[in-house]
């Protein structure tokens, strides 16, 4: 399938008076996210599995961890309590375990791989939905990566558990928005590209920043923006 590349959205200059949920916003990807989006004056709640380890003076941590159903609902009711809505929801919190081809993989890997990467969005998005529902362009964005590409022969190359669960990402992308994309949710899917993270490695070709740009700009995307796609670089590419 060949993408429009023309495509313009329109996004917000300023978040002032809106209020964004970051996971695994403690570092890399995700702290390069929270910090954009405040500095766009977003109100930010920086999630974490544990919060001493945000840092920032503009984001207000809350502990979050997306395999444990209890600290999700706390932190959304949070958020709720303390603000009265959300406007964007950035589901980063992901793992990435080594492992060769299928035939030789732990299905331990494979359930907890699942677990932080696909279970762990579609909960989190789950118990925030509510909230994002009640003002027209909520938006739901999603970190992937270009290991999750399963046109054009991409899906080669071992990590399978990796990959499938960016696949399925892809799938709850595309369900939100078949979904709720009549309410005003937009929900879009970004590859960051080959990021200098802990998981990423040191040798990757772009900074925690680089790799958070097309994440934070889809966050701030206006009601009417496109969605169910998925992006990279600022443009839609193919799933």
């Known amino acids: 399938m060949t993408e429009d590349k023309s495509v313009e959205p329109e996004v917000y200059d300023s978040l002032d008076g809106q209020v964004a949920l970051v996971t695994g916003a403690t570092r890399g990807i995700g702290a390069a996210i929270a910090a ?16 001493g ?13 997306v395999t444990a159903g209890r600290t999700v609902r706390a932190a959304v009711d949070r958020v709720a309590e303390e603000t009265g809505r959300l406007d964007v929801l950035v589901n980063n919190a992901g793992i990435f375990q080594e492992c060769n081809t299928l035939d030789a993989m732990s299905m331990d890997t494979f359930d907890r791989t699942l677990a932080v990467n696909l279970r762990g969005p579609t909960l989190v998005t789950k118990h925030a939905l509510s909230l994002l529902l009640e003002r027209e362009g909520g938006r739901v964005v999603n970190v992937s990566s270009d290991l999750g590409q399963f046109t054009g022969g991409q899906m080669g190359g071992a990590y399978p558990a990796y990959r499938i669960s960016k696949v399925g990402l892809g799938g709850l992308t595309a369900y939100l928005h078949g979904e709720y ?8 899917a970004a590859s960051p590209g080959w990021v200098r993270t802990d998981m990423g490695g040191p040798n990757a070709n772009r900074s925690p920043a680089e790799g958070a740009d097309t994440p934070a700009w889809l966050a701030r995307f206006r009601p009417g923006s496109p969605g169910g796609r998925f992006w990279k670089d600022r443009e839609p590419t193919a799933w």
């Open 36 to 51: 954009a989006l405040a500095e766009r004056g977003a109100v930010v709640y920086a999630g974490a599995r544990d919060t």
């Open 53 to 65: 380890d945000v840092t920032a003076d503009d984001q207000r941590p809350v502990r979050l961890d």
């Open 181 to 188: 994309a009549s309410a005003g949710l937009i929900a879009n």
